[in-house]
């Protein structure tokens, strides 16, 4: 898969530059919010990035911020969810993206979506050890995900402005 993300990489329009700062504020925003569960501006900024600069963009990120972010907090087998999450997240945006441009009260209830569609994503990782009590997992989790997902919607809707001032450079 990162094989695949890397040979595409070459034909993004999206300036080097400007994918190293998003992934570092990406890392650093994780870190800074690790102290709450779940809460985080990885995920908007990952959306955002998804929604102004498209599908390779932020797949790029999709798969760097788990792994460098994991030098921080901990690497383990839950990195490659973590990227299959955030990649799942990044596909749903990219796929609704005309409407999401739109309607800040779309990009919002698809901010609190993506909070459970990361977590369920995530929870695979445990399925194979915990068997039969996956749904258990799912349930338990649910906290959790409505937390990163309240977190998405509070980042999105304070980040949105400040991402295209200073990340998406006007064409006209």
Sequence with gaps: MAYGLMSRFERTT????????LLAVAVIGRWLFVAIPNV??????????????????AAMLALFVPV????????????????LGWLVVVTTVVALRRILMKSRLLLGLTGLAAGF????????????????????????SVPFDLAHGVGNV???????DLFVR???QDEG
């Design 154 to 160: 509070f980042f999105l809707l304070v980040l949105r």
């Design 166 to 168: 200073i990340f998406v």
């Design 117 to 140: 569609l990361f977590g369920w994503t995530t929870n695979v990782a445990y399925a194979e050890v915990i068997g039969s009590e996956f749904v258990n997992l799912l349930i338990l």
């Design 14 to 21: 999206t300036p080097l530059a400007v994918l190293t700062q």
């Design 68 to 83: 460098l972010s994991g030098l921080l907090l901990g690497l383990g087998p839950f990195v490659l969810y973590q990227f």
């Design 40 to 57: 985080q501006p990885t995920t908007a900024i990952i959306m955002l990035t998804a929604l102004y600069f498209g599908w390779t963009s």
